[in-house]
């Protein structure tokens, strides 16, 4: 088996694990494969090990590897801050977009998406830690752009997403992964239909899966440490 398949393995059992002690199935988890700085080669390795959703945080590499793996039906997920001048190629290449902290951003990729192509997948990036330097929306900001997203006919809004405030304090984790499943719940009251909770990385998502991540987004307990970025 290569390094690829087993730290898949190994990441599937984690979830398995986890949701067995949080008394959930583990088929409502997804596993998205976070590839950003990783060769087509990697996905590639990853796809012949099972693997179809992969991540990915830059658009230019992202657009390089799709080219190189355009032989295989894998399902693309855009995961970075989103430039208004990349939005266009962003709504024509990816099925899902996790990162919609504007509303103007959100117009731009509704308006983008190619007729021929079905909607495309949004999450609302959160804010759900309240550090100033972090991306997303705050907390009580998210009916209103929920509703502007909504709105929009080429896009469906499928849920929130949110990068925590990094912590080893297990507490911390979940503490900041259940602001995000209160909201979405607060949300679901008010009318709009979410599926999706996109929360939970390598070194956090038993916290996650803890809290009812639907979704959770790992790269290096995959593909290995990052170099950069
Ligand atoms: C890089 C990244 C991940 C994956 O992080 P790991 O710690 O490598 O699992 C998840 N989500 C986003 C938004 C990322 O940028």
Known sequence: MSAIASALQGVKQRIALAAGV???DDRDIRLLAVSKTWPAEALREAWAAGQRAFGESYVQEALAKMQALADLPLEWHFIGPIQSNKARVIATHFAWVHSVERAGIAERLSQARPPGLPEL???LQIN?????????VPPEQAAELARQVENLPRLRLRGLMAIPRATADVRLQRQ??????????????????????SMG???????????GATLVR????????????
């Open 128 to 136: 759900v830690s309240g550090e100033a330097s972090k991306h997303g």
């Open 201 to 211: 990385m390598s070194e956090d998502l038993e916290a996650a899966v803890a809290e």
């Open 176 to 197: 900041q992964f259940r602001r995000l499943r209160e909201l979405r719940d607060e949300l679901t009251a008010a009318g709009f239909r979410l599926d999706t909770l």
């Open 121 to 123: 997948n949004v999450c």
């Open 218 to 229: 790992v790269g290096s307990a995959i593909f290995g440490a990052r170099e950069k970025f």
């Open 22 to 24: 949080a008394g959930r």
